[in-house]
């Protein structure tokens, strides 16, 4: 089956770091553009970042930029969003999917997410 786990969230105080993880099953992402999107209570889904099917190109909000950092390895098939200089703001759980492109295409295959908690 095709499949997208999202992992490593958790509780975090402000200020701190979290990795989080975007793994592949049934198929491989080196084809794929991948998105991080994050959705709080309340608040509609919002796109976080995105990396291109090489990794050659990256997109980030602007609530995150200079803080977050997406990469991949293609050859593990995963994806990651190491996410520095946490704050209260960025409490959500997150997902990742997959998309042709960043922009332009829509996110297809999404994951179940993982919660991110900022608090002290």
């Known amino acids: 089956q095709v499949q997208l786990v999202e992992s490593g969230g958790g509780l975090v105080q402000p200020g701190g770091s979290l990795r989080l993880s975007c793994a592949a099953s049934?198929?491989?992402?080196?084809?794929?553009?991948i998105g991080w999107f994050r959705q709080a209570p309340g608040r509609e889904r919002e796109g976080v970042s995105c990396i291109s099917s090489s990794g050659g190109t990256t997109y980030y909000s602007d609530s995150v930029k200079g803080r977050f950092t997406i990469s991949r390895d293609n050859a593990n098939n995963t994806v990651y969003l190491q996410m520095n200089s946490l704050k209260p703001e960025d409490t959500a759980v997150y997902y990742c999917?997959?998309?042709?492109?960043?922009?332009?295409?829509?996110?297809?295959?999404w994951g179940q997410g993982t919660q991110v908690t900022v608090s002290s």
């Open positions: 049934g198929f491989t992402l080196d084809q794929d553009a």
């Open positions: 999917a997959t998309a042709l492109r960043c922009s332009g295409s829509p996110f297809g295959s």
